[in-house]
């Protein structure tokens, strides 16, 4: 009798918390009123959860008013960050303990303690193509995963490139990296980044790269974001021929740029341009650079064309190809 009591118990506390949960509100430019549970805002969209109709976002744009009753880290297009839950303010407003602040200044919301799948964002790309004439065959993927914390971000990234065809030898290229990078005051960031590098193009039979970077986002709104990079990297190369490897020292100089549309169809544009002047070899300079085209095909699948050129002005394999550049289409699954 007492286990079936404190049973009753249990489902019942179970249900009021899994209610406490759903008693978010937000309230559209129309006048709708939607109760569930503020997920997440990033990249102009509020992810929201109801009962009724699953996790579906929404427009920040179309957004009025919005009250929740828990602990949300909410940052500014100034970097600035407050803490705490959100009041119903006027019309184009929140309230966030003694301040009143504009919709249209928020760029970004955050549950502090939301669950660990809540916390997960990225994609993943697969390609593929085929010609008959020389029996050419490309595939291509990447993937990226990223877990966003209080006060830090950890990121894995990954993309592969495979060409076989009969007139020529078979062709790959492999970058993988895992980083970590701290979320500080007024936009700034600073971190860590491991990353391996391999092109056949290039002569290169692997990179390993140790990068400690600083970043500065000079420009963040709801559809932009410009940002510097800069940092040192500590590199192992070898290439395939030759038999040694080689270390060495360079710097990073670099450049993130970002837009997005979120009426649809979806929009998101990336490019990211890196410059490494080596320490080690006189008049060695690297650079790369990525650009990331993504178009909404249906929801949470893209059509992405990726493009990329990868320049050495020295390699240290006598006679290596100094650049290689491509492009790939690919379907991507976002989440």
């Known amino acids: 009798m007492i286990q079936r009591v404190l049973a009753a118990v249990a489902l019942l506390l179970g249900a009021r918390a899994a209610e406490a949960q759903k008693t978010d509100s937000v309230w559209i430019r129309n006048g709708d009123r939607i109760t569930g549970e503020v997920k997440s805002l990033s990249r102009a969209l509020l992810k ?13 744009d179309n957004v009025d008013r919005i009250s929740t009753t ?42 502090i303690d939301q669950e660990l799948l809540g916390r997960l964002s990225g994609y993943i790309d697969l390609g593929f193509s085929y010609q008959k004439a020389h029996k050419q065959s490309q595939l291509s993927t990447g993937a990226r995963v ?3 914390g209080r006060s830090a971000e950890t990121t894995f990234d990954i993309s592969t490139f495979l ?12 970058s993988t990296s895992l980083t970590e990078r701290l979320l500080l005051s007024n936009r700034w960031g600073a971190g860590l980044l491991v990353g391996y590098d391999l092109n056949e193009e290039l002569d290169l039979a692997g990179r390993g790269r140790l990068v400690g970077f600083g970043t500065n986002t000079l420009v963040q709104t709801n559809h932009l974001d410009f940002g510097l990079i800069g940092g040192m990297v500590l590199t192992r190369e070898r290439y395939f021929s030759t038999d040694s490897s080689s270390t060495g020292v360079e710097g990073l100089l670099g450049a993130t740029f970002r837009a997005f549309r979120y009426d649809r169809p979806k929009l998101d544009a990336q490019m990211k341009t890196q410059i490494f002047p080596s320490f080690s070899i006189q008049g060695r300079v690297r650079m790369q650079i990525d650009l990331r085209l993504s178009y909404e ?39």
């Open 297 to 335: 095909l249906v929801k949470d699948f893209m059509l992405t064309v990726t493009l990329f050129d990868a320049f050495d002005s020295k390699p240290p394999a006598v006679g290596a190809t100094r650049n290689d550049f491509g492009t790939t289409l690919a379907i991507s699954w976002t989440f």
């Open 146 to 148: 990223a877990y966003r």
């Open 70 to 111: 828990t602990i949300l880290e909410v940052q500014l297009t100034t970097g600035q960050k407050f803490y705490g839950p959100l009041g119903l303010g006027p019309s184009g407003s929140l309230v966030l303990g003694s301040d009143t602040l504009p919709l249209s200044r928020i760029v970004a919301i955050t549950p």
């Open 48 to 60: 929201h959860s109801t009962d009724d109709l699953g996790t579906i976002s929404i427009e920040w």
């Open 163 to 174: 060409e076989d065809r009969d007139d020529a030898a078979e062709t790959s290229r492999v």
